[in-house]
């Protein structure tokens, strides 16, 4: 029916890089439909679970009546919090139950868990429950929250386990700051000084796939499937909230359907395994697309950044500062870090030799915001490249010269002190600007907008073992968790390239607990960095071993004993060989082939700045930069931008997987589009979502999608193997920012509030009323 | 609230099914979607269901080789009609050229949208076999892709049609 494909001469025309040698281990079970993801596992007398929510997003409960639930046919348990340990939890401010007790934070908070034999009964039984509420004044708005005398959502913080370093008092559920030289003092001698306001909306993750979890006890055993992005994290909140042992629990991910951060955390296997238990049965939870938005404590931050910024006579930054408060929402998820994040993102990637930011995580009886693909940074590198481009108007310079003049470059120090000896980042100004042709001539309805950002590396533990079997084809056994990236799925060609064999002649073990060593998951852009360097350092144990049998059967010394192209052969003698199936079959008979690696832990970079509420975020390993530039077109009439094309260009180090790393730009840069125009989340008074389904929530379609033309900056090699740092985060940080200044130059000055809606952008071009904060604020 | 009722038989149909030519006896509640019933009484899984509301389109099967979300399609109204799963697309030995071009292109991320993806391209080329890059990304416009920013997806339908003018990344650098 189609001609054969040719998948060579198209990445060969595609990118720079090395054509890819394999496709993903993972891809047939894709395509063809068999490959199982969590809400596909059926077990033998599986019940259906459903959660009560509070629909209410602060009260108190006074009444709590479970007993109608409990005479509906088919169920067989309902839980509350008076059903498990009574244990708080939640990495850094221990704010949580599984359960509500005495009251409710945010609407989708948890007040009951039923399972039952059908979907249908579940629903009735969650339905017949019986709660009487006591309405508490809800906490909405960031800067009302931090004022003295506003209601607290947490009035009993200061009484709550918190880890050291963060800084919680109030609604404030943390606290950091960056401090530079002396930012007030160099501000003053500044020739020209900008302030800028910004707000941002939040928004969602939005993976296509809805979480599902299915729970079962086999005696005192617990195996848990789960669509998480952390397995391990899963393991370890089942295991603390429930208060069982970890060699008991084991979480397997099938397929995961993607998760963008959204999936990242604890979050309901511990419910799901306390039904199970409870009613003695397998039991699965699927989530509905409108519970997938509302209930997951992951959602990408609200955020409003303050930002002021000195210029000497040259056009170099002086002093930089900034404020920042950011909608933690009701419960701290894993934000305990973000503020030192955003500063860090509101600080850039410039040489600043003044700094002071300080940013606030805020409660609010909001849904918990958490880890989302780069979190904090699309909006703040938005807030702070919008600025970039004032600075640049306000002095009458390029900003694109204004970037390369101010940014981060080889031997320069950066906004935090961190000292970079090999950045990318000019040559990525380069490449961006080059990719989409800026300062050609384009029609009055056209513009190209440019912005830099960039992200940190993160080294996490992480463990895998490497064993080649009697038919010397190979295993790669790994606690590393595929979301998609296809991170998981170049382990193989790692091992590969250690061991001279095919990334084809490796199977993948993987997301499984109780099968691979540790590994932090599909988080922080990790997997490669990390997990890889396990992998290296299990497949050179392998090799070691290769050698040593190779070395006895060709009467060489092993050192002298090279593997490729799947034989071992002795230096200079290449006709002295035997083939790693005859070594592997050798093996099988005495000493197996097994090697075990765990990534050493990289160097910490020094910070030279001084931090209050410090979380290590101020210093990073392999910083990752980045510069989008984009081709815009806006329709005067209905405020709808159209993006034309993105040039993206990225220095993440080396580059391993060129069709992984590809498709992390591609994809990061649609979801800066979304976020740039479309993607918001809409709350009334209360905190209640407006908008949790996909036709009010607007996603990018192929039919929006904008031309992504793609350039690898390798020239600063980073921590990871081979010299590669993380990347699929980074895509995600600098596009809407680029949107943003493409619009500016149409409309003349930019818009204030993210995202830039079609009704934004109209108001702004037709000079009408803008009721936004970002405007209210500007003008104040 | 009014409660659902979950052992009301009264609404149980019996019927027929052809799924991928095979047909399958059914007995289900009336308003059962297409969906529910390919997943849970057919037992094929690779239909997905991503929203239950025609937004995503992760659930699209062929009906009578037009493309449905089977999420919002009753599966009774099938009788006498040929269902198409992505499970139906492949040969026996080998994946079907669109899978295969699918996965070289990289077009394939976290695999969630990708049997909805395929049923909707393998519709479109059969209206249109020659589809131009704006024909591809308005025929696939109905199927979310959170990971993949739809570039590799529209470069492998125009690699798969033979068409190479795509300016999707697809074009040697000048």
Redesign the interface.
């Given at each position: 029916m189609f001609p054969p494909p040719d998948p060579v001469s198209y990445y060969q025309a595609m990118t720079a890089v090395d054509v890819p040698r394999f496709v993903r281990a993972d891809g047939p079970d894709k395509v063809t439909g068999s490959g199982r993801y969590a809400a596909d596992l059926q077990q033998p007398g599986m019940l259906h679970a459903k959660f009560l929510y509070a629909g209410r997003t602060h009260a108190r409960i006074t009444r709590l009546n479970t007993e109608p639930a409990r005479t509906i046919p088919g169920v067989l348990a309902v839980l509350t919090a008076a059903d498990v340990p009574d244990v708080r939890y939640s990495p850094g401010v221990a704010d949580r139950r599984l359960f509500a007790t005495d009251v409710v934070r945010y609407e989708s908070e948890i007040v009951a868990a039923v399972a039952a034999t059908s979907v249908e009964a579940a629903e009735a039984a969650v339905a017949a429950i019986e709660v009487d509420y006591e309405p508490l004044e809800p906490v909405t708005e960031l800067e009302a929250a931090l004022a003295d005398g506003s209601p607290l959502v947490h009035p009993d913080l200061d009484s709550y386990d918190i880890d050291d370093g963060i800084v919680a008092h109030g609604n404030t559920a943390g606290f950091s700051s960056i401090e530079l030289g002396d930012a007030p003092a160099a501000m003053a001698t500044a020739a020209t000084v900008v302030s800028s306001c910004y707000v941002a909306d939040s928004c969602h993750a939005a993976p296509i796939e809805p979480r599902a979890i299915v729970a079962q006890w086999e005696g005192e055993k617990l195996t848990v499937w789960s669509s998480t992005q952390v397995p391990f994290d899963a393991r370890a909140g089942i295991c603390q909230t429930l208060q069982l042992p970890t060699n008991r629990v084991r979480v397997i991910v099938p397929h995961l359907g993607g998760g963008f951060g959204g999936k990242c955390g604890f979050h309901f296997e511990a419910h799901i395994a306390a039904l199970a238990r409870a009613a003695r049965r397998p039991v699965k939870l699927v989530f509905s697309r409108r519970e997938e938005f509302m209930v997951p404590d992951r959602r990408r931050e609200g955020m409003i950044v303050d930002i002021t910024t000195g210029l000497d006579d040259n056009g170099h930054i002086v002093a930089r500062t900034g404020w920042i408060a950011i909608d933690n929402g009701a419960y701290i998820a894993d934000c305990a870090f973000f503020p030192q994040l955003a500063a860090m993102h509101v600080a850039g990637p410039y040489q600043v030799p003044n700094l002071q930011v300080e940013a606030h995580l805020v409660y609010t009886n909001h849904q918990p915001s958490g880890s989302v693909r780069a979190p904090t940074a699309p909006q703040a590198c938005w807030a702070l490249e919008s600025h970039t481009d004032e600075l640049a108007a306000t002095i009458g310079m390029d900003p694109v010269e204004f970037r390369r003049l101010n940014g981060i470059d080889n031997d320069t120090v950066g906004p935090s002190g961190q000292h970079y000896e090999r950045t990318g980042l000019q040559e990525c100004i380069t490449a961006a600007t080059e990719l989409v042709g800026y300062g050609r001539d384009l029609p009055e309805d056209e513009a190209i907008g440019v912005a830099i950002g960039w992200w940190p590396s993160f080294s996490m533990p992480a463990g895998a073992y490497v064993k080649i079997d009697d038919d010397g084809a190979g295993q790669i056994i790994t606690g590393a968790q595929e979301c998609g990236t296809g991170a998981v799925m170049t382990l193989r060609q790692l091992a590969a390239d250690e061991l001279g064999m095919d990334p084809e002649d490796f199977q993948l073990v993987y997301q499984d607990t109780s099968a691979g060593p540790y590994d932090t998951g599909a988080t922080g852009s990790q997997t490669l960095f990390n997990n890889g360097r396990a992998v290296v350092g299990a497949a050179r144990q392998v090799a070691e071993q290769l050698k040593a049998l190779a070395a006895g059967q060709l009467e060489a010394a092993p050192a002298d004993i090279v593997l490729a192209d799947g034989v071992g052969s002795v230096v200079g003698s290449p006709g002295a060989s035997v083939s790693i199936a005859e070594l592997a079959a050798t093996a099988a008979g005495g000493e197996l082939l097994l090697g075990h690696g765990s990534g050493s832990p990289t160097q910490a970079p020094e910070v030279g700045a001084t931090c209050v509420g410090d979380q290590g975020m101020a210093a990073w390993v392999s910083p990752q930069v980045s510069c989008h530039a984009v081709h815009i077109r806006l329709d005067p009439d209905t405020g709808v931008v159209r993006v034309l094309k993105v040039g993206a260009a990225h220095d993440s180090g080396r580059i391993i997987n060129p069709m992984g790393a590809l498709g992390q730009v591609h994809g990061g840069v649609i979801m800066g589009v979304g976020q740039a125009l479309t993607e918001i989340t809409v709350y009334d008074h209360d905190g209640h979502q407006l908008n949790p389904m996909l036709l009010e929530y607007k996603l990018q379609t192929a039919a929006d999608g904008p031309e992504i033309e793609v350039k690898f900056i390798e020239s600063a090699p980073g921590d990871g193997p081979g010299g590669a740092k993380g990347l699929a985060e980074a895509p995600n940080v600098a596009t809407a920012a680029a949107i943003a200044n493409g619009l500016a130059r149409l409309i003349g000055h930019p818009v204030r509030h993210l995202p830039m809606t079609a009704e934004r952008v109209w108001t702004e071009l037709t000079g009408g009323i803008d009721s936004t904060d970002a405007t209210k604020r500007q003008e104040a | 609230?009014t409660?659902?009722?979950?052992?009301n038989l009264s609404n149980r149909l019996g019927y027929e099914l052809e799924v991928n030519g095979v047909r399958y006896p059914i007995t289900a509640d009336a308003g059962r979607s297409l969906l529910s019933v390919i997943?849970n009484e057919v037992g094929?899984?690779?239909?997905?269901?991503?929203?239950?509301?025609c937004?995503?389109g992760?659930c699209m099967v062929l009906v009578d080789g037009r493309p449905v979300n089977s999420c919002s399609f009753l599966a009774a109204q099938c009788q006498g009609r040929s269902v198409t799963?992505?499970?139906g697309?492949?040969g026996d030995d080998r994946?079907h050229?669109?899978?295969?071009?699918?996965?070289?292109?990289?077009g394939?991320?976290?695999?969630?949208?990708?049997?909805g993806m395929?049923i909707s391209t393998h519709a479109l080329?059969t209206v249109n076999p020659d589809p131009n890059e704006e024909d591809?990304?308005?025929g696939?416009?109905?199927?979310?892709?959170?990971?993949?920013?739809?570039?590799?997806?529209?470069?492998?339908v125009l690699?798969?049609?033979?068409t190479r003018e795509s300016?999707?990344?697809?074009?040697?650098?000048a």
């Open positions: - | 609230m409660q659902p009722s979950p052992t997943r094929l899984t690779g239909t997905k269901e991503g929203c239950d509301d937004e995503c992760a799963t992505v499970e697309l492949a994946l050229p669109l899978q295969q071009v699918l996965l070289d292109a990289g394939v991320q976290c695999g969630f949208c990708t049997p395929l080329l591809v990304r308005i696939l416009s109905g199927n979310l892709c959170r990971c993949t920013g739809y570039t590799n997806i529209v470069a492998a690699q798969a049609t033979g300016n999707a990344g697809a074009e040697p650098e």
